[in-house]
DNA sequence: GTCCGGCTCCACCTTTTGATGGATGCCGGT
DNA sequence: ACCGGCATCCATCAAAAGGTGGAGCCGGAC
Protein backbone atom coordinates (compact mmCIF):
# COMPACT_ATOMS: atom_id res chain seq x y z
CA UNK A 1 0.00 0.00 0.00
CA UNK A 2 1.94 2.77 1.45
CA UNK A 3 5.29 3.73 -0.26
CA UNK A 4 7.07 1.55 2.61
CA UNK A 5 7.38 1.55 6.16
CA UNK A 6 10.92 1.60 7.00
CA UNK A 7 13.74 3.58 8.88
CA UNK A 8 14.66 6.85 8.62
CA UNK A 9 17.97 6.93 6.78
CA UNK A 10 18.93 4.62 4.55
CA UNK A 11 17.60 7.60 1.96
CA UNK A 12 19.88 6.45 -0.52
CA UNK A 13 18.42 3.37 -0.51
CA UNK A 14 14.68 4.45 -1.32
CA UNK A 15 15.73 7.18 -3.58
CA UNK A 16 17.47 4.29 -5.41
CA UNK A 17 14.36 2.00 -5.49
CA UNK A 18 11.66 4.63 -6.54
CA UNK A 19 14.32 5.12 -9.55
CA UNK A 20 14.10 1.47 -10.16
CA UNK A 21 10.51 0.90 -9.63
CA UNK A 22 9.53 3.95 -11.62
CA UNK A 23 11.69 2.43 -14.80
CA UNK A 24 10.52 -1.31 -14.65
CA UNK A 25 7.38 -2.75 -12.99
CA UNK A 26 7.76 -4.55 -10.13
CA UNK A 27 5.73 -6.44 -7.31
CA UNK A 28 8.45 -5.62 -5.10
CA UNK A 29 12.08 -4.61 -4.15
CA UNK A 30 14.84 -4.85 -1.76
CA UNK A 31 17.85 -2.75 -1.42
CA UNK A 32 20.40 -4.05 1.57
CA UNK A 33 23.86 -3.50 2.45
CA UNK A 34 26.05 -6.43 2.47
CA UNK A 35 28.42 -6.77 5.05
CA UNK A 36 32.20 -7.85 4.78
CA UNK A 37 30.63 -11.49 6.57
CA UNK A 38 28.44 -11.69 4.11
CA UNK A 39 25.50 -10.58 6.50
CA UNK A 40 22.78 -8.38 5.26
CA UNK A 41 22.19 -5.35 6.74
CA UNK A 42 19.68 -2.62 6.39
CA UNK A 43 17.26 -3.61 4.29
CA UNK A 44 15.15 -0.95 2.89
CA UNK A 45 11.83 -2.86 1.24
CA UNK A 46 9.70 -0.81 -1.48
CA UNK A 47 6.27 -1.65 -1.95
CA UNK A 48 5.60 -4.77 1.02
CA UNK A 49 4.86 -6.79 4.38
CA UNK A 50 8.22 -6.30 6.20
CA UNK A 51 8.07 -9.72 7.79
CA UNK A 52 9.13 -10.73 4.30
CA UNK A 53 12.55 -9.73 5.25
CA UNK A 54 12.89 -11.37 8.05
CA UNK A 55 11.90 -14.76 6.78
CA UNK A 56 14.14 -14.12 4.26
CA UNK A 57 17.37 -13.45 6.68
CA UNK A 58 16.67 -16.27 9.13
CA UNK A 59 15.66 -19.24 7.13
CA UNK A 60 15.39 -18.73 3.09
CA UNK A 61 18.51 -16.28 2.24
CA UNK A 62 20.69 -19.35 2.58
CA UNK A 63 19.22 -21.32 -0.27
CA UNK A 64 18.68 -18.51 -2.39
CA UNK A 65 20.39 -19.07 -5.94
CA UNK A 66 21.00 -15.79 -6.44
CA UNK A 67 22.40 -15.57 -2.92
CA UNK A 68 25.41 -12.71 -3.24
CA UNK A 69 28.05 -15.13 -1.66
CA UNK A 70 27.85 -16.63 -5.26
CA UNK A 71 28.45 -13.86 -7.09
CA UNK A 72 31.32 -12.77 -5.49
CA UNK A 73 34.02 -14.08 -8.15
CA UNK A 74 31.84 -12.76 -10.98
CA UNK A 75 31.60 -9.05 -12.00
CA UNK A 76 27.85 -9.71 -13.54
CA UNK A 77 25.65 -6.50 -12.88
CA UNK A 78 22.05 -7.65 -12.91
CA UNK A 79 21.30 -11.57 -12.65
CA UNK A 80 17.94 -12.88 -13.19
CA UNK A 81 16.95 -16.06 -11.38
CA UNK A 82 15.83 -17.98 -14.48
CA UNK A 83 19.38 -17.69 -16.19
CA UNK A 84 20.90 -19.29 -13.40
CA UNK A 85 18.28 -22.69 -13.37
CA UNK A 86 15.98 -23.79 -15.57
CA UNK A 87 12.55 -22.95 -14.56
CA UNK A 88 11.37 -26.84 -14.07
CA UNK A 89 14.77 -27.58 -11.73
CA UNK A 90 13.65 -24.20 -9.42
CA UNK A 91 10.37 -25.19 -9.46
CA UNK A 92 11.13 -28.44 -7.43
CA UNK A 93 13.35 -26.58 -4.77
CA UNK A 94 12.37 -25.88 -1.10
CA UNK A 95 13.52 -22.20 -2.13
CA UNK A 96 10.88 -21.64 -4.46
CA UNK A 97 7.95 -23.59 -3.10
CA UNK A 98 8.22 -22.50 0.19
CA UNK A 99 9.08 -19.14 0.03
CA UNK A 100 8.83 -17.79 -3.21
CA UNK A 101 5.80 -19.37 -4.16
CA UNK A 102 3.84 -17.78 -0.68
CA UNK A 103 4.85 -14.53 -0.91
CA UNK A 104 3.84 -14.19 -4.56
CA UNK A 105 7.36 -14.29 -6.19
CA UNK A 106 8.09 -15.39 -9.65
CA UNK A 107 10.66 -13.63 -11.64
CA UNK A 108 13.77 -12.02 -9.08
CA UNK A 109 16.92 -10.08 -10.80
CA UNK A 110 19.44 -9.35 -7.90
CA UNK A 111 22.14 -6.29 -9.60
CA UNK A 112 24.72 -6.16 -7.86
CA UNK A 113 27.03 -3.57 -6.04
CA UNK A 114 31.06 -4.24 -5.64
CA UNK A 115 34.16 -2.61 -4.14
CA UNK A 116 37.52 -4.15 -4.41
CA UNK A 117 35.72 -7.32 -6.07
CA UNK A 118 33.84 -7.86 -2.71
CA UNK A 119 29.63 -7.41 -3.15
CA UNK A 120 28.87 -4.55 -0.63
CA UNK A 121 24.67 -4.28 -1.44
CA UNK A 122 22.06 -5.80 -3.60
CA UNK A 123 18.86 -4.27 -5.11
CA UNK A 124 16.91 -7.23 -5.39
CA UNK A 125 13.71 -6.60 -7.91
CA UNK A 126 10.95 -9.33 -7.60
CA UNK A 127 7.49 -9.87 -9.98
CA UNK A 128 4.69 -12.02 -9.65
CA UNK A 129 3.80 -14.44 -12.03
CA UNK A 130 1.42 -12.16 -14.23
CA UNK A 131 4.22 -9.27 -14.70
CA UNK A 132 6.14 -11.72 -16.81
CA UNK A 133 10.00 -12.34 -16.70
CA UNK A 134 12.30 -9.87 -17.32
CA UNK A 135 12.60 -8.69 -21.23
CA UNK A 136 16.31 -8.27 -22.36
CA UNK A 137 15.62 -4.67 -22.91
CA UNK A 138 14.99 -4.53 -19.41
CA UNK A 139 18.12 -6.08 -18.02
CA UNK A 140 20.07 -4.21 -20.40
CA UNK A 141 18.61 -0.46 -18.86
CA UNK A 142 19.13 -1.61 -15.38
CA UNK A 143 22.52 -3.00 -16.35
CA UNK A 144 23.26 0.61 -17.48
CA UNK A 145 21.69 2.24 -14.41
CA UNK A 146 23.72 -0.01 -12.05
CA UNK A 147 27.22 1.94 -12.55
CA UNK A 148 25.73 5.36 -11.55
CA UNK A 149 23.97 3.45 -8.57
CA UNK A 150 27.34 1.84 -7.78
CA UNK A 151 29.19 5.08 -7.98
CA UNK A 152 26.40 7.07 -5.81
CA UNK A 153 26.40 4.37 -3.32
CA UNK A 154 30.25 4.36 -2.92
CA UNK A 155 31.43 7.78 -3.13
CA UNK A 156 28.12 9.24 -0.97
CA UNK A 157 26.30 6.92 1.08
CA UNK A 158 28.87 4.51 2.40
CA UNK A 159 30.98 7.46 3.22
CA UNK A 160 28.78 9.95 4.76
CA UNK A 161 27.97 6.55 7.00
CA UNK A 162 31.60 6.04 7.81
CA UNK A 163 31.94 9.36 8.45
CA UNK A 164 29.22 9.23 11.11
CA UNK A 165 30.32 6.16 12.79
CA UNK A 166 33.82 7.74 12.71
CA UNK A 167 32.44 10.87 14.33
CA UNK A 168 30.46 9.28 16.95
CA UNK A 169 33.43 7.13 17.65
CA UNK A 170 35.63 10.03 18.19
CA UNK A 171 33.20 11.47 20.47
CA UNK A 172 32.40 9.08 22.80
CA UNK A 173 34.57 6.01 22.10
CA UNK A 174 31.90 3.28 21.83
CA UNK A 175 33.17 0.01 20.60
CA UNK A 176 32.52 -1.17 16.89
CA UNK A 177 29.54 -3.31 18.65
CA UNK A 178 27.92 -0.38 20.03
CA UNK A 179 28.56 1.94 16.49
CA UNK A 180 26.85 -0.72 15.31
CA UNK A 181 23.50 -0.48 17.98
CA UNK A 182 23.51 3.53 18.35
CA UNK A 183 23.16 3.12 14.69
CA UNK A 184 20.33 1.78 14.20
CA UNK A 185 19.12 3.67 17.47
CA UNK A 186 19.53 6.96 15.74
CA UNK A 187 16.66 5.96 12.97
CA UNK A 188 14.14 5.30 15.96
CA UNK A 189 14.65 1.86 15.89
CA UNK A 190 13.23 -0.38 18.99
CA UNK A 191 15.38 -2.79 20.92
CA UNK A 192 13.79 -5.77 19.52
CA UNK A 193 14.06 -4.31 15.71
CA UNK A 194 17.79 -3.97 16.48
CA UNK A 195 18.45 -7.43 18.01
CA UNK A 196 16.77 -8.96 14.63
CA UNK A 197 18.58 -7.15 12.70
CA UNK A 198 22.02 -7.59 14.32
CA UNK A 199 20.99 -11.15 15.11
CA UNK A 200 21.50 -10.18 18.78
CA UNK A 201 19.80 -11.36 22.08
CA UNK A 202 17.71 -8.54 23.18
CA UNK A 203 19.39 -8.87 26.67
CA UNK A 204 22.43 -8.03 24.08
CA UNK A 205 21.27 -5.16 23.14
CA UNK A 206 20.10 -3.96 26.89
CA UNK A 207 23.84 -4.37 27.64
CA UNK A 208 25.50 -2.40 24.69
CA UNK A 209 22.87 0.34 25.14
CA UNK A 210 23.66 0.64 29.09
CA UNK A 211 27.23 1.20 28.15
CA UNK A 212 26.05 3.65 25.40
CA UNK A 213 24.08 5.63 27.91
CA UNK A 214 27.15 5.37 30.46
CA UNK A 215 29.68 6.36 27.76
CA UNK A 216 27.41 9.35 26.20
CA UNK A 217 25.97 10.41 29.89
CA UNK A 218 22.26 10.66 28.64
CA UNK A 219 19.46 8.72 30.64
CA UNK A 220 16.89 7.44 27.48
CA UNK A 221 17.19 6.35 24.08
CA UNK A 222 15.19 9.86 23.04
CA UNK A 223 17.76 11.77 24.91
CA UNK A 224 20.50 10.21 23.21
CA UNK A 225 18.88 10.45 19.55
CA UNK A 226 18.19 14.15 20.23
CA UNK A 227 21.81 14.68 21.38
CA UNK A 228 23.71 12.77 18.83
CA UNK A 229 21.59 13.70 15.97
CA UNK A 230 22.42 17.47 17.20
CA UNK A 231 25.96 16.45 17.21
CA UNK A 232 26.16 15.28 14.02
CA UNK A 233 24.57 17.81 11.88
CA UNK A 234 27.46 20.51 13.88
CA UNK B 1 30.10 20.25 39.60
CA UNK B 2 30.02 19.96 35.42
CA UNK B 3 28.68 22.52 33.48
CA UNK B 4 25.15 21.66 33.93
CA UNK B 5 23.05 19.25 32.84
CA UNK B 6 19.94 20.53 30.85
CA UNK B 7 17.91 19.86 27.99
CA UNK B 8 19.85 19.65 24.48
CA UNK B 9 18.68 22.75 22.57
CA UNK B 10 18.28 25.97 24.14
CA UNK B 11 22.06 26.61 23.22
CA UNK B 12 21.15 29.89 23.41
CA UNK B 13 20.73 30.18 26.85
CA UNK B 14 23.82 28.21 27.67
CA UNK B 15 25.78 30.05 25.61
CA UNK B 16 24.53 33.57 27.01
CA UNK B 17 25.09 32.16 30.74
CA UNK B 18 28.77 30.78 29.74
CA UNK B 19 29.08 34.46 28.55
CA UNK B 20 27.62 35.76 31.64
CA UNK B 21 30.17 33.46 34.03
CA UNK B 22 32.95 34.36 32.25
CA UNK B 23 33.11 38.35 33.07
CA UNK B 24 31.20 38.01 36.66
CA UNK B 25 31.58 35.56 39.40
CA UNK B 26 28.88 33.66 40.36
CA UNK B 27 27.58 30.80 42.03
CA UNK B 28 25.31 30.18 39.88
CA UNK B 29 22.74 31.66 36.92
CA UNK B 30 19.67 30.95 34.98
CA UNK B 31 17.95 31.69 31.89
CA UNK B 32 14.67 31.26 31.28
CA UNK B 33 12.26 32.36 28.74
CA UNK B 34 8.69 33.96 30.14
CA UNK B 35 5.47 33.07 28.14
CA UNK B 36 2.70 35.61 27.73
CA UNK B 37 0.98 33.81 30.76
CA UNK B 38 3.92 34.68 33.05
CA UNK B 39 5.03 31.39 33.28
CA UNK B 40 8.74 30.31 32.88
CA UNK B 41 10.01 28.39 30.32
CA UNK B 42 12.41 26.46 29.34
CA UNK B 43 15.30 27.08 32.50
CA UNK B 44 18.73 26.74 31.69
CA UNK B 45 20.93 26.13 34.82
CA UNK B 46 24.69 27.01 34.99
CA UNK B 47 26.45 25.17 37.89
CA UNK B 48 23.28 23.51 39.97
CA UNK B 49 21.38 21.31 41.31
CA UNK B 50 18.47 21.24 38.69
CA UNK B 51 15.57 20.76 41.19
CA UNK B 52 16.08 24.26 42.84
CA UNK B 53 14.77 25.27 39.49
CA UNK B 54 11.37 23.20 40.15
CA UNK B 55 11.50 24.33 44.12
CA UNK B 56 11.28 28.04 42.71
CA UNK B 57 8.95 27.62 40.37
CA UNK B 58 6.77 25.25 42.10
CA UNK B 59 6.46 27.71 45.75
CA UNK B 60 8.82 30.46 46.02
CA UNK B 61 8.67 32.26 42.14
CA UNK B 62 5.46 34.44 43.40
CA UNK B 63 7.24 34.93 46.36
CA UNK B 64 10.53 36.71 44.78
CA UNK B 65 10.80 40.30 45.32
CA UNK B 66 12.40 40.16 41.44
CA UNK B 67 9.61 38.54 39.88
CA UNK B 68 9.48 39.32 36.26
CA UNK B 69 6.03 40.18 36.90
CA UNK B 70 6.88 43.29 39.31
CA UNK B 71 8.65 44.69 35.95
CA UNK B 72 7.20 44.56 33.24
CA UNK B 73 6.37 48.20 33.39
CA UNK B 74 9.99 49.63 33.74
CA UNK B 75 12.77 49.68 31.76
CA UNK B 76 15.43 48.60 34.31
CA UNK B 77 17.65 46.08 32.01
CA UNK B 78 19.44 44.76 35.60
CA UNK B 79 17.75 45.15 38.89
CA UNK B 80 19.57 44.06 42.19
CA UNK B 81 17.53 42.15 45.22
CA UNK B 82 19.15 44.67 47.39
CA UNK B 83 18.31 47.70 45.40
CA UNK B 84 14.48 46.60 45.92
CA UNK B 85 14.64 45.91 49.80
CA UNK B 86 16.59 47.05 52.25
CA UNK B 87 18.63 43.58 53.55
CA UNK B 88 17.29 44.12 57.23
CA UNK B 89 13.87 43.50 55.71
CA UNK B 90 14.93 41.44 52.80
CA UNK B 91 16.43 39.07 55.52
CA UNK B 92 12.84 38.57 57.41
CA UNK B 93 10.94 37.57 54.45
CA UNK B 94 10.10 33.84 53.95
CA UNK B 95 11.52 34.01 50.25
CA UNK B 96 14.91 34.62 51.62
CA UNK B 97 14.94 32.41 54.59
CA UNK B 98 12.79 29.34 53.21
CA UNK B 99 14.64 29.69 49.52
CA UNK B 100 17.75 31.64 49.51
CA UNK B 101 19.24 30.88 52.80
CA UNK B 102 18.57 26.56 51.78
CA UNK B 103 20.30 27.52 48.59
CA UNK B 104 23.10 29.40 50.10
CA UNK B 105 22.06 32.53 47.70
CA UNK B 106 22.74 35.71 49.07
CA UNK B 107 23.21 38.53 46.29
CA UNK B 108 20.54 38.43 43.24
CA UNK B 109 21.14 40.30 39.77
CA UNK B 110 17.88 39.53 37.25
CA UNK B 111 18.30 40.82 33.47
CA UNK B 112 15.37 41.37 31.86
CA UNK B 113 14.60 40.98 28.15
CA UNK B 114 11.41 42.81 26.92
CA UNK B 115 9.19 41.94 23.41
CA UNK B 116 6.82 45.16 22.60
CA UNK B 117 7.09 46.03 26.79
CA UNK B 118 6.75 42.70 27.65
CA UNK B 119 9.11 40.24 29.53
CA UNK B 120 10.28 37.30 27.35
CA UNK B 121 13.55 36.25 29.37
CA UNK B 122 15.19 36.66 32.28
CA UNK B 123 18.74 35.80 33.13
CA UNK B 124 18.86 35.66 36.97
CA UNK B 125 22.55 35.93 38.58
CA UNK B 126 22.98 33.98 42.12
CA UNK B 127 25.92 34.55 44.57
CA UNK B 128 26.33 33.56 47.83
CA UNK B 129 27.92 35.45 50.56
CA UNK B 130 31.98 35.03 50.12
CA UNK B 131 31.13 36.79 46.39
CA UNK B 132 30.12 39.98 48.10
CA UNK B 133 27.07 42.50 46.45
CA UNK B 134 27.36 43.34 42.59
CA UNK B 135 29.46 46.32 42.60
CA UNK B 136 28.26 49.41 39.99
CA UNK B 137 31.07 48.57 37.75
CA UNK B 138 29.57 45.01 37.22
CA UNK B 139 26.13 45.86 37.21
CA UNK B 140 27.19 48.70 34.50
CA UNK B 141 29.24 45.91 32.64
CA UNK B 142 26.12 43.95 32.89
CA UNK B 143 23.51 46.44 31.61
CA UNK B 144 25.99 46.94 28.73
CA UNK B 145 25.61 43.04 27.56
CA UNK B 146 21.95 43.40 28.20
CA UNK B 147 21.25 44.72 25.05
CA UNK B 148 23.48 42.57 22.05
CA UNK B 149 21.84 39.40 24.29
CA UNK B 150 18.69 40.93 23.48
CA UNK B 151 19.44 41.46 20.11
CA UNK B 152 20.36 37.59 19.65
CA UNK B 153 17.42 36.66 21.34
CA UNK B 154 14.64 38.08 19.58
CA UNK B 155 16.16 38.05 16.04
CA UNK B 156 18.11 34.52 16.25
CA UNK B 157 17.05 32.16 19.25
CA UNK B 158 12.95 32.93 19.01
CA UNK B 159 12.72 33.55 15.35
CA UNK B 160 14.55 29.78 15.18
CA UNK B 161 11.89 28.07 17.46
CA UNK B 162 8.81 30.12 15.85
CA UNK B 163 10.00 28.83 12.73
CA UNK B 164 10.61 25.18 13.72
CA UNK B 165 7.18 25.21 15.54
CA UNK B 166 5.66 26.26 12.34
CA UNK B 167 7.33 23.82 10.61
CA UNK B 168 6.29 20.99 12.50
CA UNK B 169 2.97 22.51 12.48
CA UNK B 170 2.42 23.18 8.71
CA UNK B 171 3.53 19.36 8.55
CA UNK B 172 1.77 17.31 10.66
CA UNK B 173 -0.90 19.87 11.84
CA UNK B 174 -0.51 19.48 15.29
CA UNK B 175 -1.95 21.39 18.15
CA UNK B 176 -0.45 24.41 19.80
CA UNK B 177 -0.09 21.86 23.38
CA UNK B 178 1.23 19.12 21.13
CA UNK B 179 3.80 21.84 20.13
CA UNK B 180 4.78 22.41 23.87
CA UNK B 181 4.81 19.06 24.13
CA UNK B 182 6.76 17.54 20.95
CA UNK B 183 9.42 20.80 21.16
CA UNK B 184 10.22 19.60 24.81
CA UNK B 185 10.55 15.49 23.38
CA UNK B 186 12.63 16.87 20.77
CA UNK B 187 15.13 17.54 23.52
CA UNK B 188 14.81 13.94 25.00
CA UNK B 189 12.56 15.28 28.32
CA UNK B 190 10.67 11.99 29.63
CA UNK B 191 7.23 12.16 30.27
CA UNK B 192 7.72 13.13 34.05
CA UNK B 193 9.99 15.87 33.17
CA UNK B 194 7.71 16.91 30.39
CA UNK B 195 5.09 17.18 32.75
CA UNK B 196 6.04 19.47 35.45
CA UNK B 197 7.62 21.84 32.50
CA UNK B 198 4.48 22.29 31.42
CA UNK B 199 2.49 21.82 34.27
CA UNK B 200 0.63 19.14 33.20
CA UNK B 201 -0.46 15.97 34.98
CA UNK B 202 1.26 12.88 33.56
CA UNK B 203 -1.90 11.62 31.92
CA UNK B 204 -2.34 14.50 29.92
CA UNK B 205 1.29 14.42 28.40
CA UNK B 206 0.77 11.18 27.31
CA UNK B 207 -2.64 11.74 25.88
CA UNK B 208 -0.74 14.44 23.73
CA UNK B 209 1.82 12.35 22.95
CA UNK B 210 -0.84 9.82 21.63
CA UNK B 211 -2.22 12.29 19.78
CA UNK B 212 0.95 13.34 18.06
CA UNK B 213 2.41 9.47 17.53
CA UNK B 214 -0.78 9.25 15.59
CA UNK B 215 -0.38 12.60 13.24
CA UNK B 216 3.17 11.58 12.64
CA UNK B 217 2.51 7.90 12.24
CA UNK B 218 5.46 6.99 14.43
CA UNK B 219 4.97 4.30 17.06
CA UNK B 220 8.10 5.76 19.54
CA UNK B 221 9.13 8.67 20.64
CA UNK B 222 12.66 7.68 19.74
CA UNK B 223 11.51 7.15 16.56
CA UNK B 224 9.43 10.59 16.23
CA UNK B 225 12.81 12.48 17.58
CA UNK B 226 14.85 10.59 14.56
CA UNK B 227 12.05 11.28 12.17
CA UNK B 228 11.41 15.27 13.18
CA UNK B 229 15.42 16.42 13.46
CA UNK B 230 16.08 15.04 10.07
CA UNK B 231 12.80 16.92 9.08
CA UNK B 232 13.72 20.24 10.87
CA UNK B 233 17.35 19.92 9.41
CA UNK B 234 16.41 19.20 5.70
C1' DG C 1 50.14 -18.38 30.75
C1' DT C 2 47.31 -14.74 32.60
C1' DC C 3 44.75 -10.71 32.21
C1' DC C 4 41.66 -7.65 30.09
C1' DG C 5 38.40 -5.70 26.90
C1' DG C 6 34.89 -6.67 24.01
C1' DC C 7 30.90 -9.40 22.86
C1' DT C 8 27.42 -12.29 23.97
C1' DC C 9 23.77 -13.88 26.93
C1' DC C 10 20.88 -14.59 31.27
C1' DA C 11 17.54 -13.71 35.26
C1' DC C 12 15.26 -10.50 37.97
C1' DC C 13 13.42 -6.35 38.93
C1' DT C 14 11.62 -1.42 38.55
C1' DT C 15 10.27 2.32 35.86
C1' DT C 16 8.65 4.28 31.82
C1' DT C 17 6.12 4.30 27.94
C1' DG C 18 2.21 3.55 25.17
C1' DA C 19 -2.70 2.04 24.21
C1' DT C 20 -7.46 2.24 25.36
C1' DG C 21 -11.59 4.12 26.59
C1' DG C 22 -13.40 6.95 29.00
C1' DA C 23 -14.80 12.05 31.44
C1' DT C 24 -15.06 17.13 31.90
C1' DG C 25 -14.98 22.06 30.69
C1' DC C 26 -14.11 25.57 27.30
C1' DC C 27 -14.59 28.01 23.15
C1' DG C 28 -15.92 29.24 18.58
C1' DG C 29 -18.74 28.51 14.64
C1' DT C 30 -23.25 27.34 12.51
C1' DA D 1 -28.37 25.67 21.43
C1' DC D 2 -25.56 22.28 19.71
C1' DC D 3 -21.35 20.35 17.89
C1' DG D 4 -16.48 19.67 17.19
C1' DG D 5 -11.98 20.42 18.43
C1' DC D 6 -9.00 21.27 22.08
C1' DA D 7 -7.09 20.67 26.53
C1' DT D 8 -7.21 18.58 30.66
C1' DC D 9 -7.49 14.57 33.55
C1' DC D 10 -8.40 9.57 35.07
C1' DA D 11 -7.75 4.30 35.66
C1' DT D 12 -6.14 0.25 33.83
C1' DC D 13 -3.33 -2.63 31.32
C1' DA D 14 0.43 -4.38 28.49
C1' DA D 15 4.74 -3.75 26.52
C1' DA D 16 9.11 -1.75 26.29
C1' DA D 17 12.94 0.11 28.30
C1' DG D 18 16.37 0.39 31.71
C1' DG D 19 19.29 -1.14 35.97
C1' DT D 20 21.96 -4.74 38.28
C1' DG D 21 24.83 -8.34 38.82
C1' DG D 22 26.14 -11.81 37.09
C1' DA D 23 28.29 -15.59 33.33
C1' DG D 24 31.13 -17.61 29.44
C1' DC D 25 33.99 -17.02 25.34
C1' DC D 26 37.53 -15.11 22.58
C1' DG D 27 41.62 -12.82 21.03
C1' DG D 28 45.27 -9.86 21.74
C1' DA D 29 48.56 -7.69 25.01
C1' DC D 30 51.79 -8.28 28.57
Request: charged share 25%; no cysteine.
Amino acid sequence: MSQNKNKIPNDFQRKGLELINSLVSLSESVFFLVEPDMQHRGAVVFDSRSDIEKQYTTTYGRMDPLNPERFSDTDDLVVTLDSQMAAHLLKQTIYYQEFMVPNNHRYVADMFFRHEGQIIAVLSMLREERLGNYSEEELQLLRKLQPFLEYSLKSVYLPKRHKERLSIYEKYGLTERELDVIELLLSGTSNKEIAVELSLGLATVKTHLHHIFQKTSVQSRSELVAKVLLDLQS
